[in-house]
């Protein structure tokens, strides 16, 4: 009973920044983590960053986006926030936005928004 809607995707240049936005409507104050993934062409589904909204707002990122990426949470607008900075053409992807109600087991899932990065 949650829905996710993401934006802010398109296409950016090499080293170019985009911010993506996931808000989630319907039972949000069962919503105990959120986070982005993204899916590469011929790639599996991949951990981006999570957050936590019902703890501390603790969050992790995958190695490859340490230093470049940023997860933030706007709790009074039941918002996500994914800046990416110095993007790379690796980083293109479809990125999805996921909730997670128990635990961290994300079983809520937007539709995606498309990140392209040329070089």
């Known amino acids: 009973q949650v829905q996710l809607v993401e934006s802010g995707g398109g296409l950016v240049q090499a080293g170019g920044s985009l911010r993506l936005a996931c808000a989630a409507s319907?039972?949000?104050?069962?919503?105990?983590?959120m986070g982005w993934y993204r899916q590469a062409p011929g790639k599996q589904r991949e951990l981006v960053a999570t957050?936590?909204?019902?703890?501390?707002?603790?969050?992790n990122y995958a190695d490859s986006v340490k230093g470049r990426f940023t997860i933030s949470r706007d709790n009074a607008k039941n918002t996500v926030y994914l800046q990416m900075d110095s993007l790379k053409p690796e980083d293109t992807a479809v990125y999805y936005c996921?909730?997670?109600?128990?635990?961290?087991?994300?079983?809520?899932w937007g539709q995606g928004t498309q990140v392209i990065v040329s070089s």
């Open positions: 319907g039972n949000i104050f069962s919503i105990n983590a």
């Open positions: 957050i936590t909204i019902t703890s501390g707002g603790s969050t």
């Open positions: 996921a909730a997670a109600l128990v635990g961290y087991d994300y079983a809520y």
